[in-house]
């Protein structure tokens, strides 16, 4: 997908690998000036080297405080990708406080946090703007041990819904992708059972899983004024799995 977003600048958080990583090289050579945020310095600074002008910052999203620290002065975005999450592999009956509260605190807790940032700042400078949150089709479906990620998902339909309705009234628009599982490092914890893999891809309609540049230009879509009246949605990635 040929975007231009020259003249912008992006936030893309949990950009050191995977979808974030692919969003946050897409933005920068459809001409955005990026700011990649993650936890591990490693992944940043291999992704500068890759794309020089990229501006790293390095924090942990869990932590609300020290989110405020590294991104309360961020300055002007117009564009937040809400990418950020962990997938903790826990059956219900195992499942512990610490992985619940981690999951949450991640997954749903930084893109409000994160958000509110951003979005404050676009009403201060009156523009329009666009914040995608990256979900998972297990928003509606659940898979075995994933009690408490497929829980955080849910709650980020809702979340989407709301900061839609509320940030609409400023041209905020908000929307989500829920993609099918995407052979990232996360994807692959998922998918470590070579049968339980083999009968779920078997189970999309397209019998395959989801590549990340799929979910990247259906982000870049939604940020796109391509989808200038599209607000409180979620495109599905899903290689049709809903469908059956």
Not at 71 to 79: A, E, K, N, Q, R
Not at 113 to 142: E, F, H, L
Request: proline share 3%; hydrophobic share 45%; glycine share 10%.
């Amino acid at each position: 997908m040929k975007l231009n977003f020259r003249g912008l600048r992006a936030l893309v958080t949990g950009a050191g690998r995977g979808i974030g990583r692919g969003t946050a090289k897409a933005l920068h050579a459809s001409g955005a000036k990026v700011v990649a945020v993650t936890l591990n310095n490693e992944d940043l600074v291999s992704l500068t080297k890759e794309c020089p002008g990229i501006e790293p910052v390095c924090v942990d999203l869990g932590d609300w405080e020290a989110t405020e620290k590294a991104l309360g002065g961020i300055g002007p975005v117009d564009l937040l990708v809400n990418n950020a999450a962990v997938a903790l592999v826990q059956p219900f009956l195992e499942a512990t406080k610490e992985a619940f509260d981690r999951s949450f605190h991640v997954n749903v807790r930084s893109v409000l946090q994160v958000s509110q940032m951003v979005a404050k700042g676009m009403i201060d400078r009156g523009v329009a703007g666009s914040i995608v949150n990256v979900s998972s089709m297990v928003a509606y479906v659940t898979f075995p041990g994933l009690a408490n990620y497929c829980s955080t998902k849910g709650a980020m339909t809702m979340l989407t819904k709301a900061m839609a309705m509320e940030l609409g009234p400023h041209k905020i628009r908000v929307n989500s992708v829920n993609p099918t599982v995407v052979l990232t490092d996360m994807g692959k914890k998922v998918t470590e059972d070579a049968e339980f893999a083999k009968k779920l891809k078997e189970r999309h309609p397209l019998r395959k899983f989801a590549e990340v540049e799929d979910v990247v230009n259906s982000i870049l879509f939604l940020l796109s004024d391509s989808s200038a009246s599209t607000s409180g949605s979620g495109i599905l990635v899903d290689a049709g799995y809903l469908a059956s």
